[in-house]
């Protein structure tokens, strides 16, 4: 018992107290805060779960991607916090790697505080596949159920790289699968009725592609340069590919032959000793087999020998007789401008010769202007193209 | 087809018009590019001429056949079939260098290039010492001989020759010392035809594999009086024989191949230097 002198001075504080808490109780029940909505995201499924929205039923607007910069890895779980709120009722839908979407409808969030996408019941089959070759396998697709359903890729935003393995994780009760493989070149490769219960790797390697055609192209250097690189690569690649020339070179005068396996359009590039470059886009190599690298091959309309053909009318040839390398050559129809330089990105160097054949096929007669390195121009105006003579510039 | 081409590198060396102007004395010897300990890039001076080697790209030799001046730089033309070009200043404390592209016409130098800026180096790095002295040296015999040869006074081209090549200091020129020319015209001759570092270290051991029988050779034919080496009497009285001296391959074919490379390229120096 508190002594009565103390009671008496403490007694009216107590009753203001009291008082005062009676006062604002009412009104502190009216204004109390909504709790903290959290639940409990579980990716029982084979794919990452990329995003997830979470929006009261029939909302225009889903919101904020709950998982930020966050993924769910299969079989992982993900704590969601939506904040102070008092509504218990949401929309929630997952976004897979895939793209693919699936959405819960009307979750009660307040009753149920985890939220599962996919069937834990499942047994999970993991599965090395390995890309043995030497192309980007782009997509990877497992179907139980046959090629009517091959269902999402399982790569999602992924590749397996040339040489490189990949874990696919698939959650079924069945243990026989069509596997296809996808490569960047946008063939093929399926392999069926694989057994993944009993085998956990498989192996793509493109061994059971039908090969492409391979078709034999002829190179000629009539260049007045040694072609150090040739590559040949489809019009649809990127890549220009190996040097067809290997540890070789191709020297002025020689031949060089290249297997090309692919489709009839090409792009060639050709690479000379000083660095220079030329390239050819979309070359039909059905039509030209023989390509012959010279002075303006890449404009030219025929691609072919044409050797025998010049030779027995008579090609014309420019002679370097000057003191210091010819740095451009024109030959274009009397009056007509001066066209692509004939030397592309070679000179022709002292005392050296190049064939310079017509501008047009059916037209022999051109205006030829030889400019010398200091800047010099020596022209020759209405010169026959296919005369056979050597036109001599000093 | 290489014979071909080392006649013509050395017929083109030995081409050098006698008015050349020569690299300013300061300017030449070795220049480095990069850290001096592992230097990138090494370029060498004389006095009419520019040697770059570098560990990866293909080397470059720059006779010059003739100098002006150009915008503040001195603009040099270099023999052979592309007359290759080198401009050159000097800088604070260093060099700058521009090789212009080989489709870049002249009236639009020296353009926008970017120049190669080198430095002075305490000492050459022994690996670039041990691949390209002997080379470098034998570039600057080379100018020597040109100027001995060019100048029509009776015996002196010969006695350049011994004087170059004696190293022992008795004027005479042993067989050691005739595959060190050997060996120094490989190296001149690769690169002057754009060798990367590897062909360089490759022909200057060719060229010692096949030096040494080749000065055998060389000395059996020149050498009358049987003393084991070559004077300028005997050199400048027989220059003939000096030339046929290649004599009979002998050995594994790549030593035929080197001999007669080697033995070919020093007739043509030979034959080349006595005949102008």
Known sequence: ?394 | MKKTLLACAITAALALPATAQGVPERLRGAWFAGDCADPTAMLVMTGRAAARVEAEAPARLVRFRETRELSGWTFATGVGAEAPRLLYRAADEGLETIEPEAKTRDDRLPGDARPSVWRRCPATPPLLAALHGEGIAFLAALEHLEAACGSGTPGACATAIVQQGDISGDSLLSVAEVARLVRGASWVVAAQEGSTQDVLFGAVGIGGLAGVVTARLLMDSVDYDGDGKISAGELGTDAANFARATGTPAGTPLRTQGLTESAGMLRGLVDGLLGR
């Not at chain 1, 069937?119 to 070759?133: I, K, Q, Y």
């Not at chain 1, 490189?164 to 959650?171: A, G, T, V």
């Not at chain 1, 078709?215 to 040097?243: C, I, K, M």
């Not at chain 1, 067809?244 to 090409?266: H, K």
Request: proline share 7%; hydrophobic share 35%.
């Open chain 1, 1 to 394: 018992m508190l002594p009565s002198r103390f009671r008496r001075m403490i007694a009216p504080a107590l009753r203001t107290l009291l008082l005062t808490l009676l006062a604002i109780g009412p009104a502190m029940a009216q204004g109390q805060q909504p709790p903290n909505r959290e639940f409990t995201v579980q990716n029982e499924t084979d794919l990452i779960l990329r995003e997830l929205y979470v929006a009261p039923p029939n909302a225009a607007d889903r919101g904020p991607d709950r998982l930020g910069a966050d993924t769910v890895a299969p079989g992982a779980n993900f704590r969601v916090r939506l904040g102070r709120t008092r509504d218990c009722v949401f929309d929630v839908t997952a976004i897979y790697g895939d793209g693919t979407e699936e959405a819960r409808r009307r979750v009660d969030l307040c009753r149920n505080q985890r939220v599962v996408f996919g069937d834990p019941g499942l047994p999970t089959l993991d599965v090395t596949v390995a890309n043995r070759s030497r192309m980007v396998l782009r997509e990877l697709y497992a179907s139980a159920r046959g090629p009517s359903a091959w269902g999402p890729d399982r790569l999602g935003a992924t590749v397996i790289e040339a040489d490189s393995e990949f874990r696919m994780r698939l959650r079924s009760r069945d243990c026989v699968f069509d596997v296809r493989a996808v490569y960047e070149d946008d063939r093929e490769e399926v392999k069926e009725r694989v057994d993944l219960c009993a085998n956990r790797a498989i192996t793509f390697d493109r061994s059971t592609l039908p090969r492409p055609p391979s078709r034999t192209l002829v190179f000629l250097n009539r260049h007045v340069s040694t072609v150090q690189e040739v590559y040949v690569s489809a019009s649809t690649e990127s890549d220009w590919g190996p040097d067809r020339l290997g540890t070789t070179t191709l020297p002025v005068g020689g031949e060089s032959t290249t297997a090309v396996e692919g489709e009839c359009e090409m792009d060639i590039r050709v690479v000379f000793p000083n660095g220079g470059a030329e390239e050819r886009r979309e070359v039909d190599i059905c039509a030209n087999p023989r390509i012959v690298l010279r002075p303006g091959w890449v404009a030219m309309e025929e691609l072919d020998d044409g050797s025998a053909a010049t030779s027995s009318t008579g090609a014309t040839r420019v002679r370097n007789a000057g003191r210091l390398p010819v740095v451009e050559i024109y030959a274009a129809p009397p009056g007509a401008p001066r066209g692509e330089d004939r030397l592309g990105a070679d000179i022709l160097p002292i005392g050296e010769s190049v064939e310079v054949g017509p501008p047009d096929a059916n037209a022999c007669a051109a205006d030829l202007v030889v400019v010398f390195r200091d800047g010099r121009e020596v022209s020759r105006l209405g010169v026959d193209l296919c005369s056979g003579e050597e036109i001599e510039v000093r």
